[in-house]
């Protein structure tokens, strides 16, 4: 099992920046890539940004050049710096585990408002 604990959201103005942490604990052995998504009122759930095991990233359009993913293996933590923060960010941030074979986890996620 995989248990994964979001933080760091919150309210920022347009242009902020914010960092969000991803903790994951259990059997993380498995894990193959972490990913955060991102959900606002109304819309579905889309990918934001994604961290393979052997560190390769991808970025959704509408963020590139201002979100960056990082892990820190020691801690078992992804983070995702948010910088130049826009009122379209605004969403509940969630966290994914991608276990092949298994199943992929999900935690509670976490609120980022971005004012104007």
């Known amino acids: 099992q995989v248990q994964l604990v979001e933080s760091g959201g919150g309210l920022v103005q347009a242009g902020g920046s914010l960092r969000l942490s991803c903790a994951a604990s259990g059997i993380i052995f498995s894990i193959t890539a972490v990913g955060w998504y991102r959900q606002a009122p109304g819309k579905q759930r889309e990918l934001v940004a994604r961290?393979?095991?052997?560190?390769?990233?991808n970025y959704a359009d509408s963020v590139k050049g201002r979100f960056t993913i990082s892990r820190d293996n020691a801690k078992n933590t992804v983070y995702l710096q948010m910088n130049s923060l826009k009122p379209e960010d605004t969403a509940v941030y969630y966290c994914?585990?991608?276990?092949?074979?298994?199943?992929?986890?999900w935690g509670q996620g976490t609120q980022v408002t971005v004012s104007s």
């Open positions: 994914n585990a991608e276990v092949p074979s298994i199943q992929n986890y």
């Open positions: 961290i393979s095991s052997g560190g390769s990233t």
